[in-house]
Antibody
Framework: EVKLVESGGGLVKTGGSLRLSCAASGFNFNIYNMNWVRQAPGKGLEWVSFISGGSTYIYYADSVKGRLTISRDNAQNSLYLQMNGLRAEDTAVYYC????????????????WGQGTLVTVSS | DIQMTQSASSLSASVGDRVTITCQASQDIGTYLNWYQQKPGKAPKLLIYAASNLETGVPSRFSGSGSGTDFSFTISSLQPEDFAEYYCQQYDDLPPTFGGGTKVEMK
């Protein structure tokens, strides 16, 4: 069974940092591309970042470029999102999502999602 | 960025109704279009990928169609468990973008 479990969310002050983790199980993690997608309270979905299976390709939304950094540790079956310089507008539930297409170089179809972890940025 | 516009932010329907949601892309995206269902407090669930392909395990009352800039998502006979929010998402170009969502509510 494919399982994605996020952790690391919480309350942080404006300008602060947080590191989110996503523990993956039930599939061959190192061949699947992964994404972070967020959802502000009461709002729609916003794609945040993508990383290919071997970390060759990495992309970010313009709204987070230079502040958020995606990475992965295939030996640990884990995905990460290092969040620096946090702003109020980063307040959201952050989901990790598996990309349905193996070995592709860009985000495509998000077939499995974690339960999400809430990040709240407040002054 | 490619803008995805869902025709309605909400709609009211009854169990057994046929429900159709439309999604328009700001430019031609071929069939690089997915549909997701999201229930309150839960993660989104992929229902339809590449415009018209039913994800494994998803009931056949769900379907999708379209290409280019105009897409539709249909529930042939609405069931109680289908009251939820639905999102379209394009992946033709970076960044992948979602529609604003359509909430299907009970009439």
């Amino acid at each position: 069974e494919v399982k994605l479990v996020e952790s690391g969310g919480g309350l942080v002050k404006t300008g602060g940092s947080l590191r989110l983790s996503c523990a993956a199980s039930g599939f061959n993690f190192n061949i699947y591309n992964m994404n972070w997608v967020r959802q502000a309270p009461g709002k729609g979905l916003e794609w945040v970042s993508f990383i290919s299976g071997g970390s060759t390709y990495i992309y970010y939304a313009d709204s987070v470029k230079g502040r958020l950094t995606i990475s992965r540790d295939n030996a640990q079956n884990s995905l990460y999102l290092q969040m620096n310089g946090l702003r109020a507008e980063d307040t959201a539930v952050y989901y990790c999502a598996r990309d349905r297409v193996e070995y592709g170089g860009t985000p495509s179809q998000f077939d499995y999602w974690g339960q999400g972890t809430l990040v709240t940025v407040s002054s | 960025d490619i803008q995805m516009t869902q025709s309605a932010s909400s709609l009211s329907a009854s169990v057994g109704d046929r429900v159709t949601i439309t999604c328009q892309a700001s430019q031609d995206i071929g069939t690089y279009l997915n549909w997701y269902q999201q229930k309150p407090g839960k993660a989104p669930k992929l229902l339809i990928y590449a415009a018209s392909n039913l994800e494994t395990g998803v009931p056949s009352r769900f379907s999708g169609s379209g290409s280019g800039t105009d897409f539709s998502f249909t529930i042939s006979s609405l069931q109680p468990e289908d009251f939820a929010e639905y999102y379209c998402q394009q992946y033709d170009d970076l960044p992948p973008t979602f529609g604003g969502g359509t909430k299907v509510e009970m009439k």
